[in-house]
């Protein structure tokens, strides 16, 4: 048995070992796995690098990230699912709290003001979108959109789902693996020019069998969904949820989806007080009604407030804790995780700062700047943007067709000008062509856009 004792693995020590090991009666780790078929066992050496200590692994770390280049470097146009924003200090200030950032699920016993904070996230998020319940945080949009369907099927007893086809591919990937093999999905068209959902497709695909429709308000191309109220009500003929995706920073200037109709409403948190890191800070929110049929299919976490037995005094906790996965286990609706809890409470820090007022002048700022940049590239000879008719909000498509360059080859030069361009859309969304997914949000000044513009206008040859 090896003496090498590893400082960051428990019960390395070789006594320790071997009183563990008789505990349950078994001489050694080999005839404790020793179910398992010779053939399969590793008889190399694995090559495994030799351990770094702490002042090593940190140069080595900053080495690999030095290798990128931010966006406080470059003027960032990209989005597509991960925004840039203005991130006020005070969110970082809170959520790097021992309390919060070390957290797991908390419970009365060890819990620091965790549940509060949730709580009071939770009131704030539902206000946004004008529901009434709000969970805690999913890994990111797309699980909040798959356990949303999920939810939607359990409560209609129904197997079918339909999705807008302006779904990002990779959400759809998600949301589809998420779902098979009890669910069956099945997309609706739309108009390629304004974007908009083709509700005579959608009519002949909406039945007894289906169980939900699902959209996103703005989607992932940018461009608002202006027929709410017409797909709910083909969907109440037959008795489909809807289910709405949303970006909840346009909520300051756009109509919550509650007020055209939507069942369930989810969406992506980041918008909301999260920096851009390359997989993390990502979480996904699910918001209803206080329908018990709605709420006791929820699988995640949901804390409440009530009083205490000291007068005026108030205790957080868990409401209809039965209900998940925690305490169904195996027979859970689905397993959910807490580590993205601590973006639920970032999301709070932020729309306390922001309020009504705030929300409102976020979504102004955004609208203008946006619409200030597509005036702009619509000067440039051979670039049409926004390529989709219909009202967008932050994201627009940029047509670079009549250029006679790739996406991928003006991307290319505009790195050479410092700038990120957008999303490349043309093996996405082919029917478009050369054509590219441009973000803008109040991080953007007029100087930022101007110099887009006068990149372009130089690459194009114009």
């Known amino acids: 048995m090896s003496k090498k004792v590893h400082p960051y693995i428990p019960n390395m020590v070789s006594e320790v070992k071997q009183e563990m090991l008789e505990e349950i009666g078994v001489q050694s780790v080999e005839e404790l796995y020793s179910c398992i078929p010779e053939n399969l066992h590793f008889k190399g050496t694995m090559d495994i690098p030799k351990a770094l200590n702490e002042l090593e692994l940190r140069r ?3 080495g690999l990230l030095n290798k990128n280049i931010s966006s406080n470097e470059y003027i960032n146009f990209l989005g597509a699912g991960c925004w840039q924003h203005f991130i006020p200090a005070v969110c970082d200030e809170v959520n790097q ?30 206000e946004l979108v004008d529901m009434e319940v709000v969970n805690v945080p999913t890994f990111d949009w797309a699980q909040a959109a798959s356990t949303a369907i999920r939810m939607a099927s359990r409560i209609t007893k129904r197997t079918k789902i339909l999705l807008a086809n302006t779904l990002s591919p990779e959400r759809r990937k998600v949301i589809t693996n998420y779902g098979t093999p009890q ?12 974007g908009l959902m083709d509700l005579a497709d959608l009519e002949a695909k909406l039945s007894n069998e289906v169980a939900a429709i699902y959209f996103e308000n703005p989607s992932y191309l940018g461009f608002i969904e202006s027929q709410g109220q017409e797909i709910s009500q083909l969907a109440k003929k037959y008795g489909v949820l809807m289910i709405v995706g949303v970006d909840p920073s346009s909520l300051g200037v756009l109509a919550p989806p509650s007020q055209y109709g939507a069942d369930i409403v989810c969406g992506d948190l980041q918008p909301l007080g999260m920096h851009m890191n390359y997989s993390g800070g990502q979480a996904g ?20 407030i009530i009083p205490t037995v000291k007068k005026g005094e108030y205790g957080f906790g868990d409401i209809a804790y039965d209900r998940t996965s925690f305490a169904d286990r195996e027979n859970g609706k689905e397993s959910v995780g807490t ?10 820090v932020y729309l306390s700062l922001m309020g009504p007022n705030g929300m409102y002048e976020l979504g102004q700022v955004i609208m203008q700047n946006s619409q200030y ?6 000067t440039i000879k051979n670039i049409r943007g926004s390529r989709i008719t219909s009202p967008f909000f932050k994201e627009f498509i940029i047509d670079f067709n009549d250029t006679g360059l790739t996406v991928e080859e003006i991307n290319s ?22 054509a590219a997914l441009y973000c803008v ?9 101007d110099k887009l513009v006068n990149a372009l206008s130089t690459i194009t040859g114009n």
């Open 183 to 194: 669910l069956s999905f099945e997309g609706v068209k739309f108009n390629i020019n304004t």
């Open 339 to 348: 580590q993205t809890a601590l973006w639920g409470i970032t999301a709070g």
């Open 285 to 304: 929110f699910i918001a209803t009604y206080n329908d018990p049929k709605f709420v006791n299919e929820y699988p995640s976490r949901l804390f409440g």
């Open 441 to 449: 949000t109040e991080v953007h000044t007029k100087e930022d856009i």
């Open 97 to 126: 709290r021992a309390e919060f950032l070390t957290a797991y699920a908390g419970e009365p016993y060890e819990d620091h003001g965790r549940f509060q904070a949730l709580f009071e996230y939770q009131s704030l998020m539902a």
């Open 60 to 62: 080595h770390i900053d």
């Open 373 to 378: 940049a597509v005036m702009q590239l619509n």
């Open 413 to 434: 030069r505009l790195l050479e000008q410092k700038i990120f361009g957008g999303k490349d859309l043309s093996l996405e969304f082919p029917e478009y062509g050369q």
